[in-house]
């Protein structure tokens, strides 16, 4: 999976194909929003290219990105990555860049953490995954890490989730691990 580092401009018909899926991903799943006008949150949109470019990547990744909140202070729309399974594009992943350079042989293609940043995108955290599955079932066939407090990372771990059992767990494994099945869901403040 190629990231475009360093190109976030999307041409008209690309803006438009990613406003059309998003509106119809909003319209069908009016569960995650409830009383949100889908105008108010294109009007944010348009207002922020460079939101819209990170949206596209996380559209393009497999993330199936939707509104689940709206923070009223700031006026921002928060986007999860909402797809059924951890972003296609965003698996077969270590936790960060240290994890990755220790590896000496069989390294990923990437990381998780430089991914999001590469993206724009912030990892989801242990509380924040625990909301996404309030919204419906996610991760049931894979697995997703989250952001990982410092005093485990610094012991060489790493935290992931999903949801087997009708119950949302919470894992840990060494941070240079990846598997084809664990990716990183995201999120975008608009």
Known sequence: MTILRGTKGLSPKQR??????LKTRFEKNMNRHPGL???EVEKRLQAKPDKLWSLNEMERTGGEPDVISHDEGTGEFIFYDCSPDSPKGRRSLCYDREALDSRKENKPKDNALDMAAAIGIEMLTEDQYRELQTLGEFDTKTSSWVKTPST???LGGALFCDRRFDTVFVYHNGAESYYAARGFRGLLRV
Do not use: N
């Not at 438009?16 to 899926?21: P, S, V």
């Open 152 to 154: 485990i990372r610094k």
């Open 16 to 21: 438009g194909e990613l406003l059309g899926a």
């Open 37 to 39: 006008p889908w105008v």
